[in-house]
Nanobody
């Protein structure tokens, strides 16, 4: 079994910054892509940023130039540095990781979500 634990969410004024962390633990052989998704009230969950094991990155157009995703493979942890936050960035942020456990195929795991609120 694999667990993803997120931290770092909170309330910030528009223009402020937050840093999210997500640590994977459990029966992990390898982790391929890791990413952050968000879901605003009444909206579908959307990709914010993703990073491969080879550290190639991909961002939603709405966050390019403001958010930075990174990972520490030794710690099985992915980060999301969020700068210049806007009210429209508000939502629950979920971590996702494509994990291969011992004796199983790759499977996408989700964290429990952390609330990010940028007030105007």
């Amino acid at each position: 079994q694999v667990q993803l634990v997120e931290s770092g969410g909170g309330l910030v004024q528009a223009g402020g910054s937050l840093r999210l962390s997500c640590a994977a633990s459990g029966s992990i052989r390898s982790i391929n892509a890791m990413g952050w998704f968000r879901q605003a009230p009444g909206k579908q969950r959307e990709l914010v940023a993703a990073i491969t094991s080879g550290v190639s990155t991909n961002y939603a157009d709405s966050v390019k130039g403001r958010f930075t995703i990174s990972r520490d493979n030794a710690k099985n942890t992915v980060y999301l540095q969020m700068n210049s936050l806007k009210p429209e960035d508000t939502g629950v942020y979920y971590c996702n990781a494509d994990v291969t456990s011992w004796g199983t195929n790759e499977y996408g795991y989700w964290g429990q979500g952390t609330q990010v609120t940028a007030s105007s």
